[in-house]
């Protein structure tokens, strides 16, 4: 099991906001914390992976629960 060691809820929220808070929230993680993003925007399936390539931080995990999708993401 992965240790997370933040989480963003981004439930409600429409692109481009969930990933604009899951990048502020990075930046107060320290390299190789994991941040755990909620979100339900139809976008972010799309939007978190590029976002993770772009900016060079590992998607570690996408699963959905209830209606809404859940990532990990590990900082570079």
Request: glycine residues 6%; proline residues 5%; charged residues 20%.
């Amino acid at each position: 099991m992965t240790e997370i060691n933040d989480t963003v809820d981004a439930l409600g929220l429409l692109c481009p906001l969930p990933v604009l808070k899951a990048r502020k929230r990075l930046k107060s993680l320290a390299q190789g914390q994991v941040l755990q993003l909620l979100a339900d925007d139809p976008a972010a399936v799309i939007d978190v992976p590029h976002f993770c390539n772009e900016s060079g931080h590992s998607l570690i995990g996408q699963s959905e629960a209830d209606g809404h999708q859940i990532y990990l993401i590990r900082k570079s």
